[in-house]
């Protein structure tokens, strides 16, 4: 049997600029070819993996040379933009999931605490202070 990949029409917009610029940067460095480029991060057409070479890169498509030339203020500016904007929305997706987690573990804390109330058995494990070492076997001299 053949395994069928099934791709999800994607527009431009799906691809935010720091992935374009690492992709274009893996193919640059021989990390990736093109094709495997496209494979890997699911892009259903080589010619958008060539724009973005084409766009972001550093070789010189007219001469066939790879460029050395350094990158304009602006288009410094806008990498830097970019990533910021990314790295504000990871922060605000952490924050999100921090605080559902911190609810859920006052939650489950309410939970244990009712019902040790409620059947009263103690559920939580009560440790002595000076735990023994796992990794050290009862018994044998170390």
């Known amino acids: 049997m053949e ?5 999800v029409k994607r527009t431009q917009k799906d691809y935010s600029l720091s992935l374009k610029i690492q992709i274009t940067k ?7 070819s093109t ?3 496209q494979k890997k991060y699911g892009i259903q057409a080589r010619s958008t993996v060539v724009n973005w070479l084409r766009k972001y890169g550093n070789f ?5 040379t790879p460029s050395n030339m350094p990158k304009t203020p ?15 929305k990871q922060k605000a997706q952490l924050e999100k999931q921090n605080h559902i987690s911190d609810s ?8 244990i605490d009712l019902a040790e109330k409620e059947y009263n058995i103690d559920i939580r494990k009560n440790l002595p202070p000076g735990q023994s070492n796992p990794l050290v076997k009862k018994g044998r001299k170390t």
């Open 60 to 64: 010189d498509w007219e001469n066939q």
């Open 35 to 37: 094709y495997a480029a």
């Open 3 to 7: 395994k069928q990949t099934t791709y």
């Open 74 to 88: 602006e288009q410094r500016i806008m990498e830097l933009e970019a990533k910021v904007k990314l790295l504000e």
């Open 26 to 32: 893996e193919i640059e460095s021989g990390e990736l």
């Open 104 to 111: 859920k573990a006052i939650i489950f804390d309410m939970m």
